[in-house]
């Protein structure tokens, strides 16, 4: 069994923080007049992703909730991700994007009902944990598929391109789904029909077990773009105004026309893959302080406290509020019925008793 963090605990700081060197004026500069808002926002959000990871990996554990796939370490880009994009946008996730819904305005609850597979999940019960469909805000369900969700990104985008229908694809996938034939047809595709897509690969340095070095020779994988024609830029993804700017700028050119693009996130892995993973049989053994060392939240708070842009009183009631949301949802979740059995053929066949099931 692998170790899990403790319910709403607050993370530990380690000593050896890669502080963000940023002056003020630097961060008007990279994210607008609005900047003390958006990181404000930023913070309160990726404290929410925490408090949802901390409780739901123990939950997994107590046999509560299915499966788990946690975002920690990468909730800057989801973050900056959900407050960077506009409602015309589509979300086409992996495993670990769904803040990115949450912060356009899928509702937590529902999230949880969704993780819990009860009554209220718009998916009826019937897609695995952390596999969430959310049509108010066009995140679309992801698949388990590695990489597809790339080519259904490209194939949205064209066809908002053929209709005339504003809006930018965002495609989400992990340095493992490099090595996948959808990105590289999803790439190919977007190049050849200038279609409104961007890449976003978060590069968390693992593809379960596989590290990145065992992926691929090449120098970066936002390299991997430029095969095909594109701009393919890598970011610091535990940095969130570098995140938040770079994701805010490419968007700014795609809306105004400009040709897709690719955005390495490099980031660090801080939980194992999945609940069904124990990563203490692979990963070296500096490999937590490593990750502890790029935490993004760290950074981002630290900033803030130092800046007086966060007072201590309101980290504490962000952290208190988080955990209380989280709380309320679970609560909700667990006193709501399962799906009944035989809504299991909803919306699969025309008749809830299809007539090959009449053995009579
Ligand atoms: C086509 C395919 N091959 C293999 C798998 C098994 N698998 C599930 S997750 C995963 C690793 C994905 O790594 P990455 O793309 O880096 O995303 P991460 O989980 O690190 O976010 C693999 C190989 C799969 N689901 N689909
Ligand atoms: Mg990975």
């Known amino acids: 069994m692998t170790a899990v963090a403790a319910i709403g ?3 530990s700081a380690p000593a ?51 499966f788990y796939g946690a975002a920690t370490g990468q909730e800057a880009v989801n973050v900056a991700a959900g407050l960077a994009t506009t409602p015309d946008d589509w979300i086409f996730p992996g495993l670990r994007e769904q803040l990115v819904a949450l912060v356009r305005g899928h509702a937590l609850p529902t999230y949880v009902h969704h993780l819990f597979g009860d009554a209220r999940d718009p998916a009826k019960g019937r897609n695995m944990p952390c596999h969430p469909t959310a049509r108010e805000v066009h995140y679309v ?35 493992g789904a490099t090595s996948a034939n959808d990105v590289h047809a999803g790439l190919n595709f977007a190049a050849v029909l200038d279609l409104p897509v961007l890449f976003c690969c978060t590069n968390n340095q693992w593809a379960i077990s596989v590290p990145v070095a065992r ?24 940095d969130y105004v570098a995140v938040h700017r770079a994701l805010r700028e490419a968007l700014a050119r795609l809306r105004a026309g400009g040709p ?17 993973d124990d990563p203490t049989r692979y990963q070296p053994s500096d490999w937590a302080a490593r990750a502890a060392a790029h935490d993004p939240y760290v950074r981002l708070e630290r900033w803030l406290l130092e800046h007086a842009v966060l007072s201590p009183s309101a980290q504490a009631a962000a952290r208190a509020d988080a955990d209380a949301a989280v709380r309320v949802a679970v609560e909700a979740a667990e006193t709501t019925p399962l799906p009944p059995p035989e809504s299991v053929t909803e919306d699969v066949y025309a008749s809830a008793r299809p007539a090959h099931s009449d053995t009579g």
Do not use: C, N
């Open 215 to 238: 992926q691929t020779h090449a120098a970066t994988l936002a390299a991997k773009a430029h095969a095909y024609g594109l701009e393919g830029r890598r970011v610091d993804g535990t």
């Open 141 to 175: 369900s992801m698949s388990s598929v590695i990489g597809t969700q790339v080519t259904h990104a490209v194939g949205a985008a064209y066809g908002m391109k053929l209709r005339h229908v504003p809006g930018v694809a965002l495609a989400f996938f992990g340095d």
């Open 9 to 11: 605990a607050t993370p």
């Open 260 to 276: 897709p693009e690719m955005i390495e996130f490099l980031l660090y892995r801080m939980t194992p893959h999945s609940s069904s």
């Open 16 to 66: 050896a923080v890669e502080p963000l060197a940023y002056s003020e004026a630097d961060v008007a500069a990279a994210l607008g007049p609005d900047w003390t808002t958006t990181l404000l926002a930023a913070h309160r959000w990726i404290t929410l992703g925490r408090a949802l990871d901390a409780r739901m990996q123990a939950y997994q554990r107590q046999g509560r909730v299915g």
